[in-house]
């Protein structure tokens, strides 16, 4: 446990901090996780709108640091790159 005044206000803010960010890598990881279980499924047109959503979140906790940008990058790369593929096997 912390002893000092100043350890013990961090450990309060850094908590605050840790909720507040938890609410925006959530909400990448459930986009994410909605477009690839769409993507299986084979709705494609609603798979889109959804990965639309999770670039989204995605570049949010990036830019507020929750996530490295690389990392929101790749992750990005890796979503677009699936669902190109599946709509590629879709028309053709």
Known sequence: MAKTKSAKKRIRSSERRRMRNRVFR?????????TKKLIEEG???EAKEMARLAISALDKAAE???IHKRNA????????????????R???
């Open 90 to 92: 879709a028309g053709g």
């Open 64 to 66: 507020k640091g929750i």
């Open 26 to 34: 959530s909400r990448a990881r459930t986009f994410i996780k909605k």
């Open 73 to 88: 990058a790749r992750r990005k790369s890796r979503l677009m790159r699936s669902l190109n593929q599946a709509l590629n």
């Open 43 to 45: 709705r494609l047109e």
